[in-house]
């Protein structure tokens, strides 16, 4: 089967975001030890990186470009892409969110510890949920009804914008700085922290 570089861009995003996801979630759980200062830096860092490039990026690349080519093409995935859709919408808010639970939790104290971890918590198994939809019913449906027409536009749109975080990319310097704060201290699989 012909391999399709914005299929592809996908996957590796998720991957990327994934790890993201995973690590924030296993710091979370572990908790600010005696740098406190530095727990919720990267914390930030990591909310930040979620809202500035798959909530801007990624999804809308996939929702005005790929889930109407796949909706046109297989209309028994409506109902799919319609949740999907509707998760993007809510996306931004729900980061957002969760930016303010954390500044609740430092500038606040313990008391609103747990609201943050249990917000943080849903989101993420959401967030990976909606990543293995997409893996496991659109991007297939896409690869076995998308035509070379479809494919020329996506992997156009595709080829201009890269993910931040991807190992072979081209990397922008300020995101490179910002991929070190949160690799130097945080846990695996993103940090070495
Ligand atoms: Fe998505
Ligand atoms: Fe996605």
Redesign the pocket.
Known sequence: MKKHSSLQT?RD??ASLAAMLQSMRMMIERGPSDDRRNFFDVVRAMLFYIDEFPERL??PK?SNLLFPKVARRVPALMPVIERLEREHMGGEHAVRELQHLLLAWELLGEARRVAFAEATGRYVGFYLE??QI?EQQVLPAAERSLDAQDWAELDAAFVTHRDPLAPDGARDPAWDRLFTRIVLKAPAPIGVG
């Open positions: 996908i995003e998720h990624h999804h996939e909606h990543m997409e």
